[in-house]
């Protein structure tokens, strides 16, 4: 058996693995800086699909961690970057804030609510119940279904509150019209997130903190995984699937002296 290829590029999960509710997880300024000083390539990954890589850098800039908007990959851009190779110059309409609309705009399709070729979910702070009731009008008379993503809650100060997922359940069963998925778990997250870096799955890492979403895509994508215990998955949960990552570590600052 062949030995595996030295690790060229990162691809690591932002919430749980760079940032725990608003400050930086020990260590990763630390990792930050020894991937900028390395020139591997990098990409911070996120299902969030709010906010367009401009805020996200900022919002990360503010709890002390340095990520250029370049460097940030989201559920929204990897959506449109699917839509843009399925239906180039195409239309949708969008449920979702200016991370969606942004990315969407920018691959030139036309945002309407007049007979699209796709209903597109995204997340959004305050779901409107009319754009629901418009989106599954549309979906019943033909316009195919995409969704961000699959998780069901976020998190807010207040407690959980209803995610994509759990709108496009509602979607469904009012349908009984499946979205297709283009977020984690998908391993198209990670694949359209190589294509950005022009990378190659050998030599490339995944880090994350959920085995269900972040090791399970990276695994599919045929990259090597780290889970980090800095976020949800705890080690004593890691028995429960039927998969492994390739390593397992505290934090990512256990990673700093292998870059």
């Known amino acids: 058996m062949s030995e595996p290829k030295p690790i060229e590029t990162w691809l690591?999960?932002?919430?749980g693995v760079l940032v725990h509710e608003g400050h930086p997880v020990p260590g990763a300024p630390e990792f930050l800086s020894r991937l900028r000083e390395s020139g591997k390539g990098f990409l911070v990954l996120t299902n969030n699909s709010i906010y367009t890589p401009r805020d996200l850098h900022a919002r990360l800039f503010s709890a002390g961690l340095d990520v250029g908007e370049g460097s940030i990959w989201t559920s929204a851009l990897a959506t449109a970057q699917f839509l843009s190779d399925q239906a180039?110059?195409?239309?949708?309409?969008?449920?979702?804030?200016?991370?969606?609309?942004?990315?969407l705009h920018n691959i030139g399709y036309v945002l309407t609510d007049k007979n699209p070729d796709y209903v597109v979910l995204g997340e959004t702070r305050t779901y409107s119940f009319s754009a629901i009731t418009t989106a599954i009008r549309l979906v019943d008379r033909?316009?195919?279904f995409i969704?961000?993503?699959?998780?069901?809650?976020?998190?807010?100060?207040?407690?959980p509150l209803p995610a994509c997922g759990a709108v496009a359940a509602l979607i469904?069963?009012?349908?009984?019209?499946?979205?297709?998925f283009v977020g984690k778990p998908n391993p198209l997250m990670m694949r359209s997130a190589l294509?950005?870096?022009?990378?190659?799955?050998?030599?490339?890492?995944?880090?994350?903190?959920?085995?269900?979403?972040?090791?399970?895509?990276?695994?599919e994508a045929g990259l090597r995984t780290v889970l980090v215990l800095s976020g949800v998955t705890?080690?004593?949960?890691?028995?429960?699937?039927?998969?492994?990552?390739?390593?397992?570590?505290?934090?990512v600052a256990d990673l700093v002296d292998q870059i």
């Open 12 to 15: 690591a999960d932002m919430d």
């Open 88 to 103: 180039p110059g195409g239309s949708a309409f969008v449920i979702g804030e200016s991370g969606l609309t942004t990315a």
């Open 142 to 144: 033909g316009a195919r």
């Open 147 to 159: 969704a961000t993503n699959p998780d069901t809650v976020g998190p807010s100060p207040e407690g």
């Open 172 to 180: 469904t069963k009012a349908t009984g019209v499946e979205p297709y």
């Open 195 to 219: 294509n950005q870096l022009e990378a190659h799955s050998e030599t490339t890492a995944m880090i994350g903190d959920r085995m269900d979403t972040d090791v399970i895509s990276g695994i």
């Open 234 to 251: 705890r080690r004593v949960d890691i028995e429960r699937f039927p998969y492994r990552p390739s390593w397992v570590v505290d934090s």
